[in-house]
Structure formats: C-alpha cells, structure tokens
C-alpha cells in the first residue's frame, strides 16, 4: 500500500525529533565526559602522577598528648617533653634488614635493641610503624632526615615522652608509664587502637595508673601518601586526637619536697592532712626512687639495685605498709570504753609494770610501773597496764567497732596502688581467718596496738583527723579535673560523745605540753600553733622471759631490721585543728625520740608555709634546730614556677 505524502511527512517529523533527542543526549554525554576528562587530566595532574609511580595512601594513628599533673598550686609535678625518635614501617620498608642494617651505620643501635626491634615487627602488622631508636641526640636524628631517602620505610618523627622534673618527690603518689604490654591488653576487654601502637606508654602505678583514662586523651589520624620506596610524600589529611585531661592533686610539692628531704635516709613515711576537707598536703615514703628510669627503660642493674634495698623503695609505705600501731592505737581503746560507759576520765588503775593473765605475764614498757594512773596521764606517760585493764572490760568487738569508725580496717579510696586495708581485728575475723577462738590475751595485746592489729600511715592519719574534728573525714588526692573542681561534700558527724572526745584530746595535749608527756621535748613553742600527738613503738620482735630478767637488749645494740618501730601521729593547733599528721619509721626505735620530732618540723612546714622559723622551737633547742635546718635547706629542690604549660 502507497503511503500518502502526508504519512510521509508526518514520519520525516518524528524521525527528525528523535534524531534531535539522541543527538542531545549524546552531546550531553560527551560533555559530561569532557569535563571529568579535564578535571582528572588537570587538576588532579599531580595525584594520578604520583600514584603512576606506585605511591600509596596509609593511614595512621596519631598518639594523644597526655595530660599534666600538677601540685595545688599548679606546680609541674608529670608533663611532657620533645623526644626525638626513628621509626620504620615493614609494608614500606621492603627489605626490613637490608634496611636496618644501613641505619645501624648511621645511628649507633645496639644488638638488645635490634633483637627487640625485630621481636616487634614480627608481631605487628605490615602497615605498623616499629620504634627503632628512641630519646636520639639531634645530631642523630638530623642524620637520619637527610638520609632518608635512602632508607624508605625509615621516618624520623619529633613525639612526646612523659617526664617527671621533681624525681623521688612523687615517685610513689604519682608513679609512671611504661610500654603497653600483654597483660595490659589481657586485663581491657575492647583495648583502644592506640594501645597496640608499639612502645605507646600508659601507666603502671600510682596517679598515672589509676587515672589512666582521664590522662590519656583520645587519639587522632592522619592520611598520609607513601612512593614506591616507602619515603612519605605528603600528609594528605589530619585530624588532631584530644589531649588528656589535666589532673591537680591537693599535694603540695614544696611541703611534699621538705618533707621527703627530711626523712632523710631513713625507710620510713609521713602523711599530712588538712582535718577539715579530708585533702592529702603531704605523702611521703622514704627513700625514693627516679620515675623516669623506667620512662627510658630501666636497666637490669638499676632494677636490681632497686629490688634488692632493705629499704624498700619502690613500696610506698604511706598506704601499702600495714605496721602494728603501738601506743598510737590508745586512744582508739580508751575512746571504745568512754563510749561503752566502763570508765570515765578520772577512772584510775594501778601499774606496777605489768599484770598477769592466766600462766602469762604482760608488761608494760616502764619496768617499775607508773603506780595510779588515770586516762589523761595513761596516754601522757603512755602506760601499758591501763589499757590491759580497761580493753578486758569493754572486748574486742567494741574495740574494732571504734576503730572501723575511726577509720582503721579499711581500704580508702584514693587513685594510688596497693593501698592496703590493714587488719582491726574482732571475734569474727579470728575465727575466719585461723578458724580459731579469741582469747583474752589477743584483747590485752591489741590494746596497744600489737598483735593482730596492723594501720598504714594514711590510716592513721585518718583516725587523727576524725579525733581532732569528731567528724568522718575522708582522704582526697584529686583536687580538679580538666580545671573543674571534684566535689567534696561535707564530712558527717561521728556522733561520738563531745565530752569523751574532749578527754582524748587533753590527753593527746598532755603528751606533747607537759613535761611528763612522752614527747615533751619535741613540743611546739609557738603558743598558736600548739601540738596534740601521741608517741609509739612498736614491736617487730618478740621478748624472752630470760631477756628480760637480765635487761632488754637496747634497740642500737640489735640489727637494723629487728629493731622496733617508731612512730608517732598529731594534729595542730590545739584550739583550732588545721592539719594532721602521722610518721612511721621503719626500725627507728623510739616514736618519741624519732618519730615526733619529724612529725614537728612537717606540721610546722605546712602551718608556716615556709621553712620554720626558730621561734617556734624550745629555746634550748634552737641551736641544734638552726644547725639542723640549715642541713635540710641543702637537700630542698627548687620545685619550679606555677603555672606550667604542656610541651
């Protein structure tokens, strides 16, 4: 059939639209293609040209700055500092060990840390750059950066290595960081990234152990570009990690400083609290040691030498050493017996030096005895044979009753390790522990604070504080946090008789201000600043019969480690209680003639803010005191400026 013109022409006009169509859907392809066409052969000219010769595009992690730690004042007590270091990465290195081995001619690295370089790299991955060299002299780390393109896979980078500027100061509060090890990672059930960057420090003990979190911040990436020999081209993208959060303490590091120094030698701790918040002003344990040696990598013979010390310095004898607290713990008895109603104040007995129970004989310290006593001269002259007496009458239970509300037998919280709970033991904790009765004579020895009856120093202090105030103060070691004050809510009441409390307190003021106080001589001149205290010694040894009837061995005639142990707790002024402190010295001998005088010279540094002056000692000592602070004036440390800065 012959189609008509106009069939034709209508056909011509639909095959002319669809001609127009496709050829604009075409035009707009090709323009589509040409513009990506110029934007990659132009503009991107230079990425496509790297990646032609094999470069590559690695991402890594950028460890987080960690955060400062710092005194009440703001004074540096952990920061940071710059610390060159060389690194190589296995996916860019190639040949690892044709590649270490042409470093080894730059930069002197030891056949210990090559094994240990070698250890890490075949236990990370490919793309996991491996610390070769760490803590490098500029002159080192300058020759690795010009040879770098020699080396690929090697990359000399500037990091960040924690410091401690005030050395023993802190060792044992603050403590330190070390490398991540397994167990690190065992005991963090979804470890962060970070932590699996090799030789990433975190802490170990103390503050940076236990504040480990709130130190470490959050850590960052960076996109970085890599050419075929693992030289790094450029960084392509970086995002900043947060810094850790700053954390200041309530320590004082200039008093935290004269303290440290004035133990001296000795194996010994001091704590000073401030009775009305409950803050730590002082934390002391003695001798210390040098944080940043295990910073760096303590050696065998460092450690050794350490570990070996029959001083102990690496335990921290403020809160992880537990001692009997001798005569310290009186009060603890007596006040257990004021608040059962057994005796009063004036309630006398009779010392002739010792009583009997059973076939054995318990003495007090004083041979011949102290004839009639009553409880402010018992704590003044500290005899032993009234509190025989009293604790029989009240028990063990209310005894450990006491001093749980005291603040003895338990663990308090603070962010430092191996903080002990002591033992205030009861009829219960006996028979648990040795599935065993308690007797009597257990009563009679706890009494004065033998037997089964073990305190750290901050317990102590604890029970100091709450006898000076009648108020449960808890210890605090963090002051703020990223600048924001922790809260601190107000001690409650012990709801203890005032009246009972106040005759402990005169008792306490007895054994420092009268003359037959057995801590008289290292009593406080200054009439507004008067000490209350109590002196004690301890037993580490046990007394034959046989030793006695032919005297007591003294304590310098005997070894060092089975001599007693001195100490001696206190709270000033008198009138109105500022601050607490406690001292122990390990094997010192006599509380009153070693501990207190220590406990003096601490309580007056906190209550002067300076070194103490003369006026504040007994005129007949002040000629040995000058010749004596003078000494300690050479072993102060200039503790830097407030206000320090991160590196």
């Known amino acids: 059939m012959r189609r008509t013109a106009r069939d034709t022409e209508e056909s011509a006009r639909r095959i002319s639209r669809r001609g127009l169509l496709m050829g604009g859907a075409m035009a707009a392809m090709f323009a589509v293609l040409g513009a990506r066409m110029r934007f990659l052969s132009v503009e991107q000219a230079d990425e496509f040209r790297l990646l032609a010769e094999e470069n590559r595009i690695n991402m890594r992690l950028i460890p987080p700055e960690r955060g400062l730690i710092l005194d009440r004042n703001g004074k540096l007590i952990a920061g940071n500092e710059q610390n060159y270091r060389v690194t190589i990465t296995r996916e860019d290195a190639g040949d690892v060990d044709s590649v270490l081995a042409r470093l080894t001619r730059i930069i ?22 491996i610390i070769v060299a760490d803590r490098l002299p500029w002159e080192d780390f300058s020759k690795v950066a010009v040879n770098a393109p020699t080396l690929p896979g090697v990359t000399p980078e500037v990091g960040l290595s924690r410091h401690y500027p005030l050395i023993e100061d802190f060792s044992h509060v603050v403590g330190y960081v070390g490398p991540v090890s397994e167990k690190d990672l065992e005991e963090r059930p979804n470890p962060d990234p970070v932590l699996r960057i090799p030789e990433f420090q975190i802490g170990k003990i103390g503050v940076e152990r236990w504040m480990e979190e709130t130190l470490r911040g959050a850590a960052g990436n960076k996109r970085i570009e890599v050419n075929h020999v693992g030289r790094v081209m450029r960084e392509l993208e970086r995002t900043d990690g947060t810094p850790g959060q700053d954390i200041q303490l309530t320590l004082d590091a200039d008093i935290q400083n004269f303290v440290q120094a004035r133990l001296g030698e000795e194996s010994a701790a001091c704590v000073v609290m401030d009775v009305n918040t409950g803050e730590l002003i002082a934390c002391a ?63 006398t007995h009779s010392c002739p030096g010792y009583i009997e129970f059973g076939d054995r004989r318990f003495h007090c310290w004083k041979r011949g005895g102290h004839g009639r006593v009553d409880l402010a001269r ?30 003895l037998g338990m663990r308090h919280d603070l962010p430092m390790s191996a903080i002990t709970e002591g033992i205030m033991p009861d009829k219960a904790w006996k028979l648990e522990r040795w599935g065993q009765e308690w007797r009597v004579g257990d009563t009679i020895n706890a009494s004065i604070g033998q037997g089964y009856v073990l305190a750290s120093p901050l317990q102590l202090t604890v029970m100091t504080a709450r006898l000076a105030t009648g108020r ?8 703020a946090i990223g600048g924001k004050p922790v809260d601190m ?72 480690n089975r001599r007693d142990h001195a100490l001696y707790v206190g709270y000033a002024p008198f ?20 501990a207190a005088p220590i406990a003096r010279d601490a309580i007056l540094r906190a209550l002067h803010g300076d070194i103490p002056p003369l006026t504040a000692y ?12 003078d000494a300690l004036r050479e072993r102060l440390r200039n503790t830097g400026p407030s206000g320090s800065s991160r590196a």
């Open 108 to 129: 002197p690295i030891t056949a210990e840390e090559m094994d240990r370089v070698t250890r890490d790299i075949g236990r990370n991955s490919p793309f996991v750059p």
């Open 285 to 347: 344990s003695a001798p210390g040691f040098d944080p940043n040696l295990f910073v760096r990598g303590i050696t065998q013979r460092d450690y050794s030498a350490l570990m070996e010390d029959d001083h102990r310095p690496l335990a921290n004898k403020t809160v992880q050493g537990a001692y009997p607290p001798g005569s310290t713990f009186k009060m603890v008895t007596a006040l257990a017996a004021l608040e059962a109603g057994v005796i009063t104040p004036e309630t």
């Open 378 to 407: 018992s704590l003044a002259e500290s005899c032993d044979v009234y509190y025989y007496e009293i604790a029989q009458k009240v028990g063990i239970d209310k005894i450990a009753e006491m001093g749980r509300r005291l603040g």
């Open 472 to 479: 449960a103060i808890v210890p605090r070691l963090v002051r």
């Open 489 to 560: 809510p107000e001690a409650p009441s012990l709801d203890l008789d005032p009246a009972g409390l106040r005759s402990i307190r005169e008792g306490m003021f007895e054994v420092m201000n009268t003359q037959r106080g057995t801590a008289f001589s290292s009593r406080i001149a200054d009439e507004t600043m008067v000490l209350a205290g109590k002196t004690g010694t301890s037993q580490v040894r046990n007394i034959s019969a046989a030793e006695r009837a032919r005297g007591v061995v003294s304590n310098d005639q005997l070894p060092w």
């Open 575 to 594: 009138d109105n209680p500022r601050y607490a402190v406690t001292v122990v010295v390990e094997h010192g001998g006599g509380g009153s003639a070693v």
């Open 618 to 629: 007994p005129a007949s000592q002040r000629g040995r005191i000058e010749t004596d602070l």
